[in-house]
Each structure stands twice: as C-alpha cells, then as structure tokens.
C-alpha cells in the first residue's frame, strides 16, 4: 500500500459549487470494517455500501461474523433504518436518521465523496494535497478527514483510499476499505468477515 506522505503537502481551498438537486458522486460498490467512538459509546463491524447516483444508497453494517445488524437505503422518497430485529426506523435522510437512531451521524452526502478521494462540491472544503497530487486530508462541513492509506494506482484508476479516519467534535470513525468491488462479484458473502480483524481507534 501506498503511504500518504506530510512533508510537501500544499493546501487547496475551494469554493460551493451549486448543484443540481439530485447531485451525486460517481456510483460505486465497496466493503471493509468500520469503528465508531465517541464520549457515550463505541461500534465495530463490517460495512458494505453500494452507491448509485440514480438509485441511492444501501449500507449495511454487520457484525465481526458478517451478519447483518443494521440495514441502511436511502432513495428518492427519504431513508430507512431495519435493524437485526426487524424494527424500521424512518426520516428524510441517513444523518438524521443514523444520529436518532444508532447515536452516531453517517455523513452520506459528504461521505460518498470523501470515501472516493475528493470534497463535497456543494461546500467550500480545505485540501491538503501531496507532492503526487494524492488528497492526505480534507476538512469540510466541521469534519476532519484524514487519508492514511491509499491502494496501489491501477491502470483503470487512480490510487483509491484505503484507510480513512473521519472526526466530527467527539466522534471519531475509522473506515478500511478492503475491496472496491472491481475485481469480484460487487456484494461480500458473510464468509469474508469471519477471520478479520476489526479496525482500532
């Protein structure tokens, strides 16, 4: 993996850019491990999210097992929550809805830009750029992201992020990205969370 690296990082800022109304990032699939912490409480898991700018979004958080103990969808009629006991949980989007109903805010607008290496246009964003032009943090919206890790450049993309760590006041989130859903079928199956290791913070 390729290491970001602090020294020669020059400082970008950007001005909103307006949107359209259903604006999204550049549809993708991935899979990792996420751990979550703050002044009250903690979380560690698996995490499975596919993005599509037409159909919205689907996360889902799983336990070190791989099953499913929260169900996240968000399309164009608002956002709903399912727990592992099929309790259902509804608002107009995931922040709210995750900040209600887990005690913790998934900051999707933000999230599915920054996961992908890049600011949420709609806000002004602080840039810090290394000597190869990589994103080694980002501070958007009262959110500090950190890019620790990157995946190796590939011939069809980029260097993708593989380790973020996102604060927010006292919340703090870790996000290992194990596969961008390039090379393989897009969903995990639940045996690839059997023999791994959840990130700590």
């Known amino acids: 993996m390729v290491e970001t690296k602090p020294v020669g990082v020059t400082v970008v800022v950007t001005e ?4 359209d109304e259903n604006a999204s990032s550049a549809d993708f699939e991935l899979t990792g491990r996420i751990s979550v912490q703050d002044e009250e409480q903690r979380f560690s898991g698996g995490v499975r999210w596919q993005h599509a700018s037409k159909a919205g979004d689907e996360i889902s958080l799983l336990s070190p097992l791989g099953q499913i103990m929260v169900q996240i969808v968000q399309d164009n ?3 709903r929550l399912t727990t592992s006991e099929q309790k259902v949980f509804f608002a107009s989007d995931i ?3 995750t900040e209600t109903v887990l005690g913790w805010r998934i900051p999707v607008a933000g999230l599915q830009y920054w996961v992908q290496g890049e ?4 806000t002004a964003a602080i840039k810090h750029l290394d000597s190869e032009g990589r994103v080694v943090a980002i501070n958007q919206d009262d959110w500090e ?9 590939h011939s069809v993309h980029a260097a993708r992020p593989k380790v973020l760590v996102l604060k927010y006041a006292t919340l703090r989130m870790k996000l290992v990205v194990d596969d961008w859903g390039d090379s393989r079928s897009p969903v995990a199956e639940y045996s690839d969370y059997q023999n791994y290791s959840v990130p700590s913070l």
């Open 119 to 122: 600011h949420f246009p709609a």
């Open 145 to 153: 992201i950190d890019y620790v890790r990157y995946f190796p450049a």
């Open 95 to 97: 922040e709210i809805l």
């Open 16 to 19: 909103p850019v307006a949107l």
């Open 77 to 79: 009629e608002g956002a």
